[in-house]
């Protein structure tokens, strides 16, 4: 789209593509670009269809409807091993009876690349991935995140347009995964091959990804960039796997001009938000949960007092409940609030003030605030 | 290895201690070793008679006249040969039934499986006498006249019948625990079904076609009750042979043959043991 020179399209388009198994529905009219050189994620929860999809992009799953591009040329018909894309899979699938050296040149072996360049290409995306030199390893010889190397090698090895990573970090532990995750995108960087991600982990997708496709029940929610799912996300249920929403039913919208709307919510009283009427809205009561008011717990503000001084704020929404834990962070920490309602919030609350918090007894009142602004007024499910 | 460990651990020879657990473990021995231990002892016997269990003196020349005989060796060569062939052929047949159930889906799967694993389950005798009237039937019952090897084609085939069945069970749970995302993996790095039947399945394959094709050839070696009723007037296999021996009186010269066959049986499970270990190094 804006991607120079003119005329270039996207990588890959996939265009209204469906795959039904048997009466159960796994992808809905699913369209999206991938652009070359991006990292794309695909993030859902398990079953929402994300793994389906890169499946029927590998060519291991034929789409019941729709279509797929690679630069303009139809890809459903052929089969995998005539694509030019390359998968890491999650289970990493090194052939066990292989050394590493012949893993890695397996794909250019299938290709009839001369034996002289293979032996160099492999030397070379061994290094690329640092495995240099352990090229004669048998797989069992090497750790987990050693074979995900391998993995890495054999698929880049094939210079492919299209890399596609099956949950390529939750197998590691947390500090390799760390590590990983930066040599993914180092790697990236390096060989310019446009990656596509499966992941649940939206901390995955967030620190990896140039776009995030977010999916739910085979249907495609919404697609951005990290920040602009977190900022402007199209429904609470995008916003709460992108971080993490409080969400409040609203019970009740009352237009009082064209820049403010007076909105009474479940737990959260009556206040005033800037902005015209939501698309989809209709004055008056609210089908319950069908909107919903809410905030991040990084914009939870938590005192002891409640606000005193000249009557109630109208830029400031105010909660009472009582303490819960505190899960000390580091930097901040995570502090529960239960509600006089019965549901309990979290509240990110940075050093001094946590440190304040941690001497309050658990169960002692406490006042969860924030700005007006911050709330955010969310459909249900975007249409 | 301290006291605690090992009160949590018991060591690998603590059933030893146990009077009941040893009384079953020398029962064992007796009932399944002794009486082959006794054959082989026995076949170094100086005794003109095989079942005399006085020792008279160490002597080897059971084994010259057991080889000397020209029946039992040509026998002993017809087992042999029903052997190999049979085995190739079971392993073959055991592969394709194995990968063709595991893989596919198809109408009457259930009634398939049951089928092929019929011959297991069903007494050797049924299948000696069905296997001798379908032979009869196509007169092909009586093939001595033929030329080697064809003059063993029925044996052969009844072999192949009854050994199929131990090779695809025994090559399809080992399919069990294949990784069907290397395959995936085979096929996108470019490899078509052939290829990635010969790189990545075959080789996961092989431990159980080694496995397989040692049950095939000992099957196959020492049966008696299906070749005794599919093996013609003039065609003769080894344990039929001994059969026959035995009828008139137990020499040494049986303990020496039996013996022999005992270590082909042993040297072969070695050599197999011994392939399977530089597989897994």
Redesign the interface.
């Known amino acids: 789209m804006n991607k120079p020179p003119p005329g270039d399209g996207p990588l890959l388009s996939i265009r209204n593509v469906g795959k039904r198994f048997g009466s159960v529905v796994a992808l809905e009219d699913v369209t999206l670009d991938i652009e070359p050189g991006e990292i794309f994620a695909l993030l859902g929860p398990s079953g929402c269809g994300k793994s389906t999809l890169l499946r029927i992009i590998a060519g291991f799953e034929p789409p019941t409807s729709g279509e797929l591009l690679l630069d303009g040329h139809d890809l459903v018909r052929l089969a995998p091993n005539k694509r030019p894309i390359n998968m890491v899979f999650q289970s990493y699938a090194v052939f066990p009876h292989m050394s590493v050296a012949r893993n890695v040149g397996y794909g250019l072996q299938m290709e009839r690349v001369p034996k002289s360049e293979i032996a160099t290409r492999v030397a070379e995306a061994l290094e690329q991935v640092q495995l240099g030199g352990l090229g004669e390893r048998m797989p069992e010889q090497l750790s987990g995140g050693q074979r995900q190397r391998v993995a890495l090698a054999r698929a880049l090895v094939k210079r492919p347009r299209l890399l596609l990573l099956d949950e390529p970090l939750s197998a590691l532990d947390a500090k390799l995964r760390d590590a990983m995750r930066l040599e993914l995108v180092n790697l990236q960087g390096e060989t310019g091959v446009t990656f596509v991600i499966v992941t649940h982990d939206q901390h995955e997708a967030m620190a990896l990804a140039d776009r995030i496709a977010v999916l739910e029940g085979g249907r495609l929610r919404q697609i951005g960039s990290p920040r602009s799912l977190y900022h402007q996300p199209v429904d609470a249920f995008v916003a709460d796997f992108i971080g993490t929403l409080h969400a409040f039913d609203v019970t009740r919208l009352e237009r009082i001009d064209t820049a403010s709307l007076r909105v009474q919510a479940e737990g959260l009283g009556t206040f005033t938000l800037p902005g015209p009427l939501p698309p989809g809205a209709r004055e008056g009561e609210q089908a319950t949960g069908s909107f919903k008011a809410g905030i991040r717990p990084e914009r939870i503000g938590v005192s002891l007092e409640p606000s005193s001084g000249f009557g109630p704020d109208p830029g400031r929404v105010e909660v009472a409940g009582t303490m819960g834990d505190i899960a000390f962070q580091g930097q901040h920490s995570i502090v529960e609030i239960r509600l006089t309602g019965g549901r309990s919030i979290s509240a990110i609350v940075q050093g001094d003030e946590a440190a304040a918090l941690a001497a309050h007894p658990i169960g002692q009142p406490v006042h969860a605030h924030w700005a007006v602004e911050d709330l955010a007024l969310l459909p249900e499910r975007a249409a | 290895m301290n006291l605690l460990h090992r009160r949590v651990r018991p060591d690998a020879f603590d059933y030893s201690r146990r009077w009941s657990l040893r009384t079953v473990f020398a029962f064992g021995c007796v009932f399944l070793y002794a009486p082959i231990v006794v054959l082989v002892v026995f076949s170094f016997n100086d005794s003109r008679r095989g079942g005399n269990v006085i020792w008279k003196g160490f002597t080897t020349k059971y084994y010259a006249k057991a080889f000397g005989n020209e029946e039992l060796m040509l026998a002993f060569a017809n087992s042999l040969t029903i052997a190999l062939v049979s085995t190739v052929f079971a392993v073959l047949l055991g592969t394709l039934t194995a990968v063709l159930l595991w893989r596919f889906r198809f109408p009457f799967k259930p009634l398939v499986e049951g089928l092929v694993a019929l011959p297991i389950v069903i007494p050797e005798i049924c299948l000696g006498v069905a296997l001798a009237i379908f032979f009869t039937q196509l007169g092909w019952m009586d093939t001595g006249g033929l030329p080697w090897p064809l003059n063993l084609s029925n044996i052969t085939i009844a072999h192949i019948t009854f050994c199929f069945p131990f090779a695809a069970l025994v090559i399809r749970t080992r399919l069990q625990s294949f ?1 069907l ?2 395959e ?9 079904e052939w ?1 990635v039947f010969m ?2 399945l075959l ?2 394959m092989r431990p159980g076609l080694v496995t397989a094709a040692l049950l095939s050839f000992t099957l196959s070696l020492d049966d008696f009750v299906i070749t005794f009723f599919t093996s013609g007037p003039n065609t003769v296999t080894f344990p039929v042979k001994i059969y026959s021996m035995v009828r008139f009186s137990v020499t040494p010269e049986i303990n020496a043959a039996s013996t022999v066959l005992i270590a082909i049986t042993l040297v072969l499970t070695w050599l197999a043991l011994r392939y399977q270990k530089t ?1 897994n190094t």
């Open positions: 990784n995302e290397t995936e993996a085979a096929r996108d790095l470019g490899a078509g290829r790189d990545v080789p996961h597989l």
